[in-house]
């Protein structure tokens, strides 16, 4: 995949307008299509407020209603429900526990169930200050792995045994992986949260499913609450471990399409060219480069075999001389 020439100073600009423009168009986007509800649904409730307050005037005072919404909205802040009976859905047992614990650790803190006490406070700081190292670390050897497993070996059986050529049969395997988890993680469990949510669309499922593996976790949908309190602790249990679980299968996805050697021109393209030190250095510099690449194309398609050649394109798209025979 060759890019046009563009000078080197040129491309931080190129990226940082094009970045630019990019979130200005989203915010955009977002402000023609959220603030006319936004401006619908206050004016609707500024009407109900107003009718509630005009039926009830001779039994309720304006500021005694204003001071238990205060109150309402400020439990809710912290994951207490005024409707029904509260205490039927607690924030705090295990299970739910365990959830918030899991959305700390994979940084998807949905916002709904925060600490009340300044221990609990307190220990989220220093249990996350722990938790995420370790979090990294344990994804970063789980991912090696199935890298190898799931995204190499099979990259390398179609080029050995199909006679795929390297490129399209990692193209093509990065495609079929992200179809999958597609598949298996987004559209196959929004189906469930459709199904054992009331009120949820497939749609918002779908959303759900998605905002919580991309671990942005904005909290305006969280499964659970209208759970019957029987089932609640293994609904709760099972999807932690969901979300766990799709996490990981996102990362192997999006790491998969990163070493797609398209990506990887790209990525080459906006990067800061390499300076030698000295005019000596320059055939390590290419040795550096030469090496580099066939790591490349060895991660995707397993190790060269003794005494083969191998073809690795420069940055500037030539070949490279083959080594000339030894005398």
Not at 239 to 244: E, G, K, M, R, V
Not at 308 to 318: H, I, N
């Amino acid at each position: 995949m060759e890019l046009p020439a563009v000078p080197q100073p040129w491309r931080y600009w190129l990226l940082l307008g094009s970045y630019g423009l990019f979130l200005l168009l989203g915010s955009a986007v977002f402000v023609g299509v959220e603030a006319p509800r936004e401006a619908g649904l206050r004016e609707a409730l500024e009407g109900a407020r107003a009718g509630f307050v005009l039926q009830h005037q001779g039994c309720l005072a304006e500021p005694r209603l204003e001071q238990l919404l205060e109150r309402v909205l400020d439990a809710d802040n912290y994951g207490v429900s005024a409707l029904g009976n509260v205490s039927e859905d607690e924030n705090w047992d295990f299970s739910s526990a365990l959830f918030f614990a899991a959305s700390v650790l994979t940084t998807t803190g949905y916002g709904h169930t925060v600490p009340l006490s300044d221990g609990g406070k307190i220990f989220c700081i220093v249990y996350t200050l722990l938790g995420l190292p370790a979090s990294l670390l344990l994804a970063t050897c789980l991912l090696q792995q199935l890298l190898r497993l799931l995204s190499h070996r099979p990259v390398q059986y179609l080029h050995a045994h199909w006679g795929i050529p390297a490129g399209h049969a990692a193209l093509g395997h990065a495609t079929a992986l992200g179809l999958s988890v597609l598949g298996l993680f987004i559209l196959l469990p929004a189906l469930c949260f459709w199904a054992l949510e009331s009120g949820w669309t497939f749609l918002e499922s779908v959303y759900f499913c998605f905002i919580s593996l991309s671990t942005i976790g904005l909290g305006d949908y969280v499964p659970g609450r209208g759970s019957s309190p029987s089932l609640r602790q293994l609904y709760k249990i099972s999807i932690t471990c969901y979300l766990l679980l799709g996490l990981l299968a996102m990362l192997l996805a999006l790491e998969t399409i990163y070493e797609l050697r398209e990506v990887h021109s790209l990525v080459r393209f906006f990067a800061p060219p390499r300076t030698s030190a000295s005019p000596s250095s320059e055939d390590d510099d290419r040795l550096e480069i030469l090496s580099l690449d066939q790591l490349d194309l060895a991660t995707v398609c397993g190790p060269f075999p003794s005494g083969s050649q191998v073809e690795v394109e420069e940055v500037d798209g030539q070949a490279a001389p083959p080594d000339s025979p030894s005398g």
